[in-house]
């Protein structure tokens, strides 16, 4: 179990983590830094453990934020498919054109490569 040297709002800090786990742990760090930075900026006497909390409170507000939007966009991309699903099945009752319905295809998949933006943006 490699130990890990991370600076958190100019504070040095020793970290276990698993075998090849050391990269989440410094982009994790990093992210906490970044909040902590702006903290220690505002804030001169502030205490260790008030800076990692406030710090983690404002990651997990900006997280919070991040999902909620990600369930927005699940959302939107649920009624998009539903719409797409129905203009599908309307074009073959009707007999449309076989263009058309190539054209949907093309939504459908868009909209699956937005999904998916989506939930890598949520992930990282």
Request: with cysteine; hydrophobic share 50%.
């Amino acid at each position: 179990m490699p130990d890990v040297n991370i600076t958190i709002g100019n504070r040095e800090f020793e970290v276990a983590c698993q075998d090849g786990e050391e990269h989440f742990l410094r982009a994790a760090a990093t992210m906490l830094d970044t909040e902590a930075q702006t903290l220690v900026a505002q804030i001169r006497h502030l205490t260790e453990s008030r800076m990692l909390l406030m710090a983690g409170l404002m990651l997990a507000d900006k997280t919070a934020g991040i999902d909620d939007n990600l369930k927005l966009a699940e959302k939107r991309i649920a009624e998009l498919e539903a719409q797409l699903a129905e203009a599908q099945n309307a074009a073959k009752a009707a007999r449309l054109p076989e263009g058309l319905a190539d054209t949907m295809a093309e939504i459908a998949a868009r909209a699956e490569a937005i999904a998916m933006a989506v939930e890598e943006k949520a992930a990282g």
